[in-house]
């Protein structure tokens, strides 16, 4: 069994940044591919970023591109989200997530373990 704690949500105001972690515990395994998802209310989730067991290969969605970084620590089994110029529509909760084959994957169904998640809020 894996378990998975994000951490790092708040409120902040459009254009601040927030880091968001993702620590691994129970039998885990650092060569899984991990990821990040979001869900705002009233809305289906959504894949923000993934990163491969290695932090070799990243994969971003296009409304985040170029303003959030994904990375890891694999000797800590944590995953980071890093998020910059933050916008009201990236308001959301942050999921992540995780999956046995050690590439980064895009869709939801190729994640296996998931974390309860953390609210982030961008102000207008």
């Known amino acids: 069994q894996v378990q998975l704690a994000e951490s790092g949500g708040g409120l902040v105001q459009a254009g601040g940044s927030l880091r968001l972690s993702c620590a691994a515990s129970g039998r885990t395994s650092t060569t899984s591919g991990r990821g990040w998802f979001r869900q705002a209310p009233g809305k289906e989730r959504e894949f923000v970023a993934a990163i491969s067991w290695n932090g070799g290969s990243t994969a971003y969605a296009d409304s985040v591109k170029g303003r959030f970084t994904v990375s890891r620590d694999n000797a800590k089994n944590t995953v980071y989200l890093q998020m910059n110029s933050l916008k009201p529509e990236d308001t959301a909760v942050y999921y992540c997530?995780?999956?046995?084959?050690?590439?980064?994957?895009?869709?939801?169904?190729?994640?296996?373990?998931w974390g309860l998640g953390t609210q982030v809020t961008v102000s207008s």
């Open positions: 997530a995780a999956r046995l084959p050690p590439t980064a994957a895009r869709e939801a169904s190729d994640y296996f373990y």
